[in-house]
């Protein structure tokens, strides 16, 4: 049974910085692609980042330059390190497993 398990989330001021993690069991960790969504009241969910097994990395554009994702095969744990944060940024976050399975999960509040 997959589970990803994502905690890190929490409000912060405008400017202030959060770290995102994800562990994940179940599956060959080091060998899936992996990525961090999000998801805003009344929008879509949307990609935020990813990583490839060979930690080949991807961002949306409104976060290059100020989140990171990385991964620690060890630990079977995938990071969102979030610097500058934005009320925009505003969202629940998911950790999934490209192109399967997802996490539960976590708030970022970030207020102005």
């Known amino acids: 049974q997959v589970q990803l398990v994502e905690s890190g989330g929490g409000l912060v001021q405008a400017g202030g910085s959060l770290r995102l993690s994800c562990v994940a069991s179940?599956?060959?960790?080091?060998?899936?692609?992996m990525g961090w969504y999000r998801q805003a009241p009344g929008k879509q969910r949307e990609l935020v980042a990813t990583?490839?097994?060979?930690?080949?990395?991807n961002y949306r554009d409104s976060v290059k330059g100020r989140f990171t994702i990385s991964r620690d095969n060890a630990k079977n744990t995938v990071y969102l390190q979030m610097n500058s944060l934005k009320p925009e940024d505003t969202a629940v976050y998911y950790c999934?497993?490209?192109?399967?399975?997802w996490g539960q999960g976590t708030q970022v509040t970030v207020s102005s």
């Open positions: 990583i490839s097994s060979g930690d080949m990395t």
């Open positions: 179940g599956i060959i960790f080091s060998i899936n692609s």
């Open positions: 999934r497993v490209l192109y399967n399975y």
